[in-house]
């Protein structure tokens, strides 16, 4: 049976285009540092809800923002690669995103239902528009510079969030909410150069709406078959899943155990932060170049274990200068572990599948597997009284990971890819 006739994805290497990639997340991570992972999360916790029960409340809204987009990313994604056009699923998501945000401003003590719904509507389209983003890294550039160009993007957005960090820095302890205000202009202002500038194929489609979510939903059915045929590439999610979900947990209740746990105030909080995104850029960058030396495996692996002493240092961690220690050798791997993966994920997944792989790597894989992390860790940390016992399951995540993760082999993953091209 032959394959239907597909357009070559667009070539364009040039500098100018990977900057423009990388601009995007320089935009994007401006709300996760301050909408997910910092400043909203402790007013969420302190100032909106007045029960008593802010971890297991955030914890329970997070993972309900990333479990709605673990449900639709892998159909977007699918219909995304159906029309050959993700930037306008990128440009919708971004548009809610920006929207949201704003919104989020005119929250106080007891809104809890309505900031609640406005913060997982601003992330199902702050993570569901990462999955059209991803997806542009297999047409801007090649196989042997993947793990260098998604560390870029990564030390791009780590740079974003540093940025964000200085530019609020006079609101934090007089107007934390008007920092929600801010970040929408910054995310609006330098997402602009992703649409102008960054290429993409494209195919003209005269189907309806309802057709449209049909094929979708058909192409959905047929990504689930692809994935299945590629073995390696289904163990490296299942390991991604595991090992991201305790990643993702650390991220999302770093600034709440700082500011709980060990009495950080605001803008101490922003200085530990500020360094943890410096430290990252630098750890993304030359990762992403060990990563395209070594292989993004072995890269992911000793990230894997720098994780593991980094969560167990945290437990043991009673002063403010050990926290910053912890920070320090967190930021060194925090960049590096996302930005291996997904070059990881980009090495095993077939040029023609890369929307549809895309979209289960980071919409379902990625996505879901926040939704279990927060919920443990806000439940066990009511239930203790505390923060800490919640730690040591983030440890085990980590560990079987790093175990399921020894299992893929990239070197049979391309064989296998070749084997299926023959055979189609």
Known sequence: MSKPSVSPPVQSFSKKVIAAWGSFDFAMSSFSGIIV??????????????????????GFTLSASMLLVAISSPLLGAMADVLRNKKAFLG????????????????????????????????????????????????????????????FGYACGYFGSLMILIVNMPFFETAPKFTFIVTAAFLFLFSIPMFFIVPEQRRNSHLSFPQIVRQG???????????????????????????????????????????QTLHFGMTQLAIWFGMIQIIAILGSIL??????????????????FIWIGVVTEAYFTTTAAEFYVVGAIAGISLGSSQASSRAFMALLTPP?????????????????????????????????????????????????????????????????????????
């Open 37 to 58: 992972t910092f400043v909203f999360p402790i007013y969420f916790r302190n100032v909106i809800v007045t029960n008593g029960h802010g971890d297991s409340i955030w």
């Open 352 to 424: 023609e599948h890369s929307a549809e792989f895309f979209g289960f790597y980071d919409g379902f894989c990625g996505k879901a597997s926040a939704v279990i992390g927060p919920i443990v860790f806000g439940v066990l940390s009511d239930l203790f009284g505390s923060q800490r016992p919640a730690i040591w399951a983030l440890a085990g995540f980590f560990i079987i990971g790093l175990i399921l993760l020894r299992r893929v082999n990239e070197k049979r993953a391309v064989a296998e890819e070749e084997l299926l091209e023959i055979a189609s």
């Open 217 to 259: 939903f058909s192409q959905l059915a047929t990504t689930v078959r692809h994935i299945r045929q590629y073995k390696d590439v289904t163990r490296f999610l299942t390991a991604f899943f595991i090992y991201n979900d305790a990643l993702l947990t650390v991220i999302l209740f770093a600034g709440i155990f700082a500011n």
């Open 287 to 304: 990762f992403g170049k060990f990563a395209d030396k070594h292989g993004p495996k072995l890269t992911i692996t000793i990230t894997l």
């Open 92 to 151: 919708i998501f971004t548009s809610v995103t920006i929207l949201c945000t704003i919104l989020l401003y005119f929250m106080g003590p007891g809104m809890v239902l309505i900031a609640a719904a406005l913060f997982i509507i601003a992330n199902i389209g702050y993570e569901g528009g990462t999955v059209f983003y991803d997806a542009f890294l297999p047409e801007i550039t090649t196989p042997q510079t993947y793990g260098r160009v998604s560390g």
